[in-house]
């Protein structure tokens, strides 16, 4: 068995943490065969709620989980971690703007890339959850300059899940026989959820939804919405946000990453603009990658056509906004 790896959660006495660390510490992530060191991070008023999760946690006697370190300080919380998971953060109660969650939660990014920097290993891989996630993983990475900045990524892949499902239920085809549906910039309502360069597998042969579809409507109008509001309508009936799909998306983005994409598949992730079909460099954009050997690559040449050019105008112009915001927050 190799040696055991350290992993930190932040935010692990909240609701997503709650599935999420069952999820890593079974090896969903990582592996069946890799040990782990999970280091739990909150705030110091849910210390009590934490030592309730270490209680659980070890009362699942689970094999591969070496060790728990709960803790409320970033120093020891981020102490030579191979991997970041970012969950902790203000979450978004039931008719709250995400702008309005901006103010409060970028002063968090801002400390833990400086902790990450001091005290993580040099190759840690950052998957920020905590919203606004793209803006927070941005302003994490600034204050970790000495760890690439291809390292933090944002969670654009519940809504990439979502949209299989969405897609997979109107075929009527199990989730799985559907891929390559894109999310396309921020992780808010101006995402643009894109079904034109998915497939579909159907009775063995390969084809793309739109021909068996064949509801450009559906595919343009009704789609889109249903998938940039579910966040909203899962509040809406549970009064708490997303947090079991929430933490699945979140082992299935960090999976990929250090396991790598199934050829031919790619999946979306809020990675840091290279100017790729004309988003703005120096954004934390979601696109379509593929990964191999820990190393995600933008999917090249895709076709995007004038009714996706002004949607990615849209989701990017409101990442430059919320990107200014953050930084005025912070000099302030
Ligand atoms: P929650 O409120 O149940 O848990 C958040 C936890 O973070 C709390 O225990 C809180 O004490 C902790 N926390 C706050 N500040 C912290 C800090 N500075 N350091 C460490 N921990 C800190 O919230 P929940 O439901 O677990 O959601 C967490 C975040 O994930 C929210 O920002 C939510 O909006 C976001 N989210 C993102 C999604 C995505 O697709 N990117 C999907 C669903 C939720």
């Known amino acids: 068995m190799?040696?055991?790896?350290?992993?930190?959660?932040?935010?692990?006495?909240g609701q997503i943490s709650y599935s999420l660390l069952y999820m890593i510490a079974k090896g969903d992530v990582f592996g069946y065969e890799q040990p782990l060191i999970l280091?739990?991070?909150?705030?110091?008023?849910?210390?009590?709620?934490?030592?309730?999760?270490?209680?659980?946690?070890?009362?699942?006697?689970?094999?591969l989980l070496r060790e728990v370190i709960p803790t409320a300080d970033p120093a020891v919380a981020f102490k030579d971690v191979s991997a970041a998971f970012l969950v902790g953060a203000m979450p978004r109660k039931q008719g709250m703007e995400r702008k309005d969650l901006l103010s409060a939660n970028v002063k968090i990014f801002k400390v833990q890339g400086e902790a990450l920097d001091k005290y993580?290993?040099?190759?840690?891989?950052?998957?920020?959850?905590?919203?606004?996630?793209?803006?927070?993983?941005?302003?994490?990475?600034k204050y970790a300059p000495s760890i690439p900045k291809e390292n933090f990524?944002?969670?654009t892949r519940l809504d990439q899940n979502r949209?299989?499902?969405?897609?997979?239920?109107?075929?009527?085809?199990?989730?799985?026989?559907?891929?390559n549906v894109i999310i396309w910039g921020n992780?808010?309502?101006?995402?643009?959820?894109?079904?034109?360069?998915?497939?579909?597998?159907?009775?063995?042969k390969q084809l793309t939804v739109a021909e068996?579809?064949?509801?450009?409507?559906?595919?343009?109008?009704?789609?889109?919405?249903?998938?940039?509001?579910?966040?909203?309508?899962?509040?809406?009936?549970?009064?708490?946000?997303?947090?079991?799909?929430?933490a699945k998306a979140a082992t299935d983005h960090m999976r990929d990453w250090f396991q790598g994409t199934v050829y031919g598949k790619y999946v979306s992730m809020g990675v840091v603009s290279d100017g790729s079909?004309?988003?703005p460099k120096d954004l934390v954009f979601s696109f379509p990658v593929t990964i191999k050997n820990g190393q995600w690559s933008i999917v090249q040449g895709l076709t995007i056509d004038d009714f996706a050019k002004q949607k990615l105008a849209i989701t990017g112009k409101e990442l430059e906004e919320e990107k200014e915001e953050a930084v005025a927050i912070i000099q302030a």
């Open 2 to 13: 190799p040696e055991p790896i350290r992993v930190v959660v932040t935010g692990a006495a």
């Open 39 to 63: 280091h739990l991070l909150d705030i110091p008023p849910m210390m009590d709620v934490l030592q309730g999760v270490v209680m659980e946690l070890a009362d699942c006697a689970i094999p």
């Open 120 to 141: 993580a290993k040099k190759d840690v891989k950052v998957l920020v959850v905590g919203n606004p996630a793209n803006t927070n993983a941005l302003i994490c990475s």
């Open 153 to 155: 990524t944002a969670m």
């Open 163 to 179: 949209a299989q499902a969405q897609v997979s239920a109107k075929i009527g085809v199990p989730v799985e026989q559907v891929s």
């Open 187 to 204: 992780h808010s309502s101006t995402q643009f959820p894109d079904a034109s360069h998915a497939v579909v597998n159907l009775s063995g």
């Open 212 to 246: 068996v579809i064949k509801d450009d409507s559906w595919l343009r109008d009704t789609f889109v919405q249903i998938v940039q509001k579910r966040g909203a309508a899962v509040i809406a009936a549970r009064k708490m946000s997303s947090a079991l799909s929430a």
């Open 277 to 279: 079909y004309g988003v």
